[in-house]
């Protein structure tokens, strides 16, 4: 859809169609907080009335802004790509996906589809292929988890872990088989990767 690319490194906006749940609006919160989306948007009068509500037990809110939008594209930023996320005809699977750097990931309400005019002005159409169809909160941690899967190459990280976990979390994997096993996974997917690239 856009083609200018002055936006910042890897940006990501979820933007939800007229939601209406205060509990997806929590879980859309700190699932966005979780995989570093930069703000969550939103369309319609419902979610209002879920914001007084919404369960952000992480506080999210004060790290993610959260803005109301009367039309969610004008939400889109210069060089981001529109990816639109719902069970629609034709769709992308998402284990099929390539996710772009920078985008807004607009997600369908809980009771209808996102309108015709904006899917045909998407960039790319995924779907997550369920059976049945996933919960809003649900959905938008599945779609961010995937990118973070896709976008790097994991390692063990305890410093992370340790900021993560919750404070009453103090368990440690004694098991060195496990680790080994572990360094030994990672290190033969990078000794993979690097005779790819050359």
Request: aromatic share 6%; net charge positive.
């Amino acid at each position: 859809m856009s083609t200018n690319t002055t936006t910042s490194p890897k940006r990501t906006i979820i933007a939800l169609t007229n939601p209406k749940s205060s509990s997806n609006v929590g879980g859309t919160m700190r699932a966005a907080g979780c995989y570093d989306a930069q703000k969550v948007v939103y369309s319609g009068d419902r979610f209002n009335r879920a914001v007084r509500l919404a369960a952000d037990t992480q506080k999210v809110h004060e790290i993610v802004p959260l803005e109301h939008y009367e039309d969610l594209l004008t939400a889109l930023e210069p060089g981001m790509k529109l990816v639109c996320i719902d069970l629609i005809e034709g769709a992308i699977p998402l284990p099929n996906f390539e996710h772009p750097d920078n985008a807004m990931y607009l997600f369908g309400p809980e009771d209808g589809t996102i309108k015709q005019q904006v899917i045909n002005k998407a960039d790319a159409v995924v779907y997550v292929p369920t059976i049945g169809c996933m919960n809003l909160a649900a959905s938008v941690n599945v779609v961010l988890y995937d990118k973070l899967a896709k976008s790097q190459v994991h390692e063990l990280n305890n410093e992370l872990i340790k900021q993560s976990r919750d404070k009453n979390n103090k368990i440690k994997v004694k098991a060195l088989k496990y680790k080994k096993n572990m360094i030994k996974e990672a290190k033969k997917r990078e000794q993979s990767e690097n005779k790819i690239e050359k």
